[in-house]
């Protein structure tokens, strides 16, 4: 069975910074992908940051392209988002999603069967 396990979320003030992590247990694929979703209040759901586990690329929504960086830990199933300049707008619940092959460049309209129990991060003004 796998689940995804989401750490690293918390308040901070805007500027500041926060490392998501996100650990997969029971993970038996060799390709998949593996990311970040958030959804602030009243908004829908948006991709943040997605990566492959075969290939350096990786896919950022536009907003948070040069703040925040995504990594991906192979030997330990485990991403990583580090988020820099923080702004209040980056305030939601940050879900880890992942599915078995790549990404792509429809990587926000793909079907994630994994997904995390969520973490909030929040940041003031």
């Known amino acids: 069975q796998v689940q995804l396990a989401e750490s690293g979320g918390g308040s901070v003030q805007a500027g500041g910074s926060l490392r998501l992590s996100c650990a997969a247990s029971g993970f038996t694929y060799k390709y998949y992908c593996m990311g970040w979703f958030r959804q602030a209040p009243g908004k829908e759901r948006e991709g943040v940051a997605v990566?492959?586990?075969?290939?350096?690329?990786?896919y950022y929504t536009d907003s948070v392209k040069g703040r925040f960086t995504i990594s991906l830990d192979k030997a330990k199933s485990t991403a990583y988002l580090q988020m820099n300049s923080l702004t209040p707008e980056d305030t939601a619940i940050y879900y880890c999603a992942a599915k078995s092959m790549e990404c792509g460049a429809g990587w926000r309209r793909a079907k994630y069967k994994y997904w995390g129990q969520g973490t909030q991060v929040t940041v003031s003004s």
């Open positions: 990566i492959p586990s075969f290939s350096s690329a990786s």
